[in-house]
């Protein structure tokens, strides 16, 4: 049997044990048995500019009652929302209780590297991390995750991921909910995997590394297709992908659009009207829902179709086919039932903020980065191991290696980056940096998802983004550009800068 033949049999053989269940599971629940959209305690900062956190251990029972080892901040799994306040400086206090290393990155904050939280700055078992955020950019919804190089993936999937919202206080003028919980709803999307007792189980297989992993139930806030009671008005889903790997494709089962209002970095002039939104793992969006009319809606997610460029065309052949067969249909991943009760916001806003400016189109230097996989072979063949056990993946030929600066770039310079993938799509996050999206899937212009500023791009063969560098990194605590399929991350696609 030839490696070819090989890699592709041995992918569509794992994949009829990860994906058949997603396909089969949730349709069939009895909606009076499915528990309340859990809602993430809300940390405010605004007044105090203090925020205390503590990596720990916790056992957390998912939809079976069996508990699960798993890992939160401040709780046994996921962590708080915290919100603050542009043009204030938040002094951090992060215990790490576990019984490893960890570090936790602020993925969408605009901070100096000292403070982004990379793999530099891991944190010792029972040491404290405090670095000061100073908050200086528009309001956004970022969030905060583990960064632990080779364990991010790991640490992320059993509870280490949380959200960080920045506020400005006009969002009255603006027309927006922002009553947390009662009119603006944080959803942090996850797919997870259960053993037969209905435990947390991650278990790499071939087509795990290879591919990311993909779990067989979609949770959100830790709830398994959970119910989501709200007021009969309009109301704002704050839309974050904390999966590991899996893309969505989001819609509403009746039909009714979701309102754009923002992206990763920022809100968008008008709102967007759109019947259906791909999120990427990483990537956040923020709409507005009208449930003015009072009748309960269902928000279902298309399947991941994520099977590869032309460069996998031949070797996933067999594999597209299966997944096309077996996940027709889409999947439930939370249900609406709006109330008798109306909230403060009963119509959809005009305009949001100011027109964005024009992308760039002069820069200080172009960079052209090609998203690499199986480095130095085939897995399990005599190919090199990553860090995760799996495939050694790389940027530009070469595998994350912690002592080397990929490259360094001048304070306040624009740059032009190109990158491409002939392997699967990836979504590419660069820390410390918003850019604009100036084309993507092959030259294309921008689909909607890429508009305004982003953090995180998903690179379905080739996207072209102009990058601004506002915020320094030195050599010993650099920023990092990445893909955030999360295994894949770990097994070296994954790269330094500095910025001076």
Same mark, same amino acid.
């Given at each position: 049997?030839?490696?070819?033949?090989?890699?592709?049999?041995?992918?569509?053989?794992?994949?009829?044990?990860?994906?058949?269940?997603?396909?089969?599971?949730?349709?069939?629940?009895?909606?009076?048995?499915?528990?309340? *959209?859990?809602?993430?305690?809300? =940390? &405010?900062?605004?007044?105090?500019?203090?925020?205390? !956190?503590?990596? %720990? @251990? /916790?056992?957390?029972?998912?939809?079976?009652?069996?508990?699960?080892?798993?890992?939160?901040?401040?709780?046994?799994?996921?962590?708080?929302?915290?919100?603050?306040?542009?043009?204030?400086?938040?002094?951090?206090?992060?215990?790490?209780?576990?019984?490893?290393?960890?570090?936790?990155?602020?993925?969408?904050?605009?901070?100096?590297?000292?403070?982004?939280?990379?793999?530099?700055?891991?944190?010792?078992?029972?040491?404290?991390?405090?670095?000061?955020?100073?908050?200086?950019?528009?309001?956004?919804?970022?969030?905060?995750?583990?960064?632990?190089?080779?364990?991010?993936?790991?640490?992320?999937?059993?509870? *280490?991921?949380?959200?960080?919202? =920045? &506020?400005?206080?006009?969002?009255?003028?603006?027309? !927006?909910?922002? %009553? @947390? /919980?009662?009119?603006?709803?944080?959803?942090?999307?996850?797919?997870?995997?259960?053993?037969?007792?209905?435990?947390?189980?991650?278990?790499?297989?071939?087509?795990?590394?290879?591919?990311?992993?993909?779990?067989?139930?979609?949770?959100?806030?830790?709830?398994?297709?959970?119910?989501?009671?709200?007021?009969?008005?309009?109301?704002?889903?704050?839309?974050?992908?904390?999966?590991?790997?899996?893309?969505?494709?989001?819609?509403?089962?009746?039909?009714?659009?979701?309102?754009?209002?923002?992206?990763?970095?920022?809100?968008?002039?008008?709102?967007?009207?759109?019947?259906?939104?791909?999120?990427?793992?990483?990537?956040?969006?923020?709409?507005?829902? &009208?449930?003015?009319?009072?009748?309960?809606?269902? !928000?279902?997610?298309?399947?991941?179709?994520?099977?590869?460029?032309?460069?996998?065309?031949?070797?996933?052949?067999?594999?597209?086919?299966?997944?096309?067969?077996?996940?027709?249909?889409?999947?439930?991943?939370?249900?609406?039932?709006?109330?008798?009760?109306?909230?403060?916001?009963?119509?959809?806003?005009?305009?949001?903020?100011?027109?964005?400016?024009?992308?760039?189109?002069?820069?200080?230097?172009?960079?052209?980065?090609?998203?690499?996989?199986?480095?130095?072979?085939?897995?399990?063949?005599?190919?090199?191991?990553?860090?995760?056990?799996?495939?050694?993946?790389?940027?530009?030929?070469?595998?994350?290696?912690?002592?080397?600066?990929?490259?360094?770039?001048?304070?306040?310079?624009?740059?032009?980056?190109?990158?491409?993938?002939?392997?699967?799509?990836?979504?590419?996050?660069?820390?410390?940096?918003?850019?604009?999206?100036?084309?993507?899937?092959?030259?294309?212009?921008?689909?909607?998802?890429?508009?305004?500023?982003?953090?995180?791009?998903?690179?379905?063969?080739?996207?072209?983004?102009?990058?601004?560098?506002?915020?320094?990194?030195?050599?010993?605590?650099?920023?990092?550009?990445?893909?955030?399929?999360?295994?894949?991350?770990?097994?070296?696609?994954?790269?330094?800068?500095?910025?001076?």
């Amino acid at each position: 049997m030839d490696r070819r033949r090989f890699l592709k049999g041995s992918l569509a053989t794992a994949a009829a044990t990860t994906l058949l269940p997603l396909a089969t599971q949730s349709t069939r629940a009895d909606p009076g048995d499915r528990p309340s *959209l859990p809602l993430p305690n809300l =940390i &405010d900062v605004k007044k105090s500019g203090r925020l205390d !956190l503590v990596a %720990q @251990h /916790g056992n957390h029972s998912f939809a079976s009652g069996n508990p699960s080892a798993t890992l939160g901040y401040n709780q046994d799994y996921l962590g708080p929302v915290v919100r603050a306040r542009r043009g204030q400086d938040v002094a951090v206090r992060l215990l790490n209780d576990l019984q490893e290393p960890m570090a936790t990155h602020w993925h969408g904050l605009l901070v100096p590297g000292e403070a982004d939280g990379g793999p530099h700055q891991a944190i010792r078992p029972g040491g404290v991390w405090e670095p000061v955020l100073s908050i200086d950019q528009p309001p956004s919804t970022a969030w905060f995750h583990a960064h632990t190089h080779p364990h991010t993936a790991r640490q992320v999937y059993a509870g *280490l991921a949380g959200v960080f919202q =920045i &506020d400005d206080g006009r969002d009255d003028e603006r027309g !927006l909910p922002h %009553q @947390h /919980g009662v009119d603006d709803f944080t959803l942090i999307i996850q797919d997870r995997r259960f053993d037969q007792l209905g435990r947390l189980e991650y278990r790499l297989g071939m087509f795990d590394r290879m591919h990311g992993f993909q779990g067989d139930h979609i949770l959100v806030n830790g709830a398994h297709y959970p119910r989501a009671r709200m007021p009969r008005s309009v109301v704002r889903l704050r839309l974050l992908n904390g999966s590991n790997a899996r893309i969505y494709h989001l819609r509403f089962d009746d039909g009714r659009p979701m309102h754009v209002i923002a992206s990763d970095s920022g809100y968008w002039p008008q709102p967007v009207a759109a019947d259906e939104l791909r999120l990427a793992p990483g990537e956040r969006i923020e709409v507005l829902v &009208d449930f003015r009319d009072g009748h309960d809606a269902r !928000l279902v997610t298309g399947p991941d179709q994520n099977q590869g460029g032309p460069g996998m065309m031949g070797m996933m052949s067999g594999l597209r086919s299966f997944t096309s067969s077996v996940l027709e249909g889409d999947t439930p991943v939370l249900t609406f039932h709006p109330g008798s009760k109306k909230a403060a916001i009963d119509q959809l806003p005009e305009t949001i903020d100011d027109e964005l400016p024009a992308p760039p189109t002069a820069f200080a230097r172009r960079r052209h980065l090609t998203l690499d996989m199986m480095l130095g072979g085939m897995p399990m063949m005599g190919g090199m191991m990553g860090g995760s056990g799996g495939p050694t993946m790389g940027i530009n030929g070469q595998p994350f290696d912690m002592q080397r600066i990929n490259a360094e770039v001048g304070l306040g310079a624009t740059e032009h980056w190109t990158i491409e993938s002939n392997m699967l799509m990836h979504p590419f996050h660069i820390h410390g940096v918003r850019f604009r999206v100036l084309a993507d899937e092959l030259g294309r212009t921008p689909r909607l998802e890429n508009r305004g500023y982003k953090d995180t791009v998903l690179v379905d063969g080739r996207a072209e983004i102009a990058v601004e560098f506002t915020q320094p990194a030195s050599r010993e605590t650099p920023f990092m550009y990445h893909c955030h399929i999360l295994e894949h991350e770990d097994a070296g696609m994954m790269g330094h800068f500095s910025v001076s």
